[in-house]
């Protein structure tokens, strides 16, 4: 089956400065790669997600990549807040069934 | 309505108890599905129902038995549980499901706790 992994697994970074986690996978059928961010005691939140036929999408500071033949899609955020403080997951998706990666726990410190 | 809900919010249940969790969505959406979350870790997915009919189980122990009695009703029935069956659990759901790459949405989740 597909496998995720994300990096890093922890991320800390002052306010107004950019963030970057990285994910692979396995599965070259994968087709679609959705980000959710996850404050503590909350539900898992869509922040962006990316189809197999896009390289970028861009939303306000957020932004993924996909690289399709090097099998890696990243998140980047821009002039971190402190209210970004989350863990973040990416997954990649085969048929509707999504596969996680392990998490990234960010923190912005004001 | 754009939200999935879930109920209870938070449940504790002996390992002789009979529960059931409840999942429901109104946004028309054909596609419904159970993950089960630990501590720390990412949802894990348990089953997947499109258009009513289950289409994935994760080889789930039949411990947790899944039902959808209709397009916007998600059930999860446990019975006979284990302490390390404690965890949150999510429903989520998404416009058409497995045909289809489409976006999944969370509901707030069931804290269960097996005593």
């Known amino acids: 089956g597909e496998n995720v992994e994300q990096h890093p697994s922890t991320l800390s970074v002052q306010e107004g400065d950019s963030a970057v986690i990285k994910c692979t996978y396995s599965?070259?059928?994968?087709?679609?790669f959705p980000w959710y961010k996850q404050e503590l005691g909350k539900r898992p939140q869509l922040i962006i997600d990316i189809r197999s036929n896009v390289g970028e999408k861009k939303d306000q500071r957020i932004a993924v990549t996909l690289n399709k033949t090097a099998k890696h899609f990243s998140l980047h955020i821009t002039e971190t807040q402190p209210e970004d403080s989350a863990v973040y997951f990416c997954a990649a998706s085969i048929h509707g069934k999504l596969t996680f990666g392990q998490g990234t726990i960010l923190t912005v410190h004001p | 309505d754009t939200e999935v809900t879930q109920t209870p919010k938070h449940l504790v249940m002996g390992m002789t108890n009979k529960k059931s969790l409840k999942c429901e969505q109104h946004?028309?959406?054909?596609?419904m599905y159970w993950y089960k979350q630990k501590a720390k870790k990412p949802p894990e997915l348990m089953f997947v129902?499109?258009?009513?009919?289950?289409?994935i189980n994760e080889s789930v122990p039949s411990r947790f038995s899944p039902e959808c009695p209709n397009s916007s009703l998600l059930n999860l029935h446990l019975h006979a549980l284990q302490p390390e069956d404690s965890a949150l659990y999510l429903c989520?759901?998404?416009?058409?499901?497995?045909?289809?790459?489409?976006?999944?949405?969370f509901g707030p989740g069931t804290r269960l706790t097996v005593l």
């Open positions: 989520a759901s998404s416009q058409e499901g497995s045909s289809v790459p489409d976006t999944q949405y």
């Open positions: 946004m028309g959406h054909r596609a």
């Open positions: 129902y499109s258009y009513e009919k289950l289409s």
């Open positions: 599965d070259s059928a994968s087709n679609y």
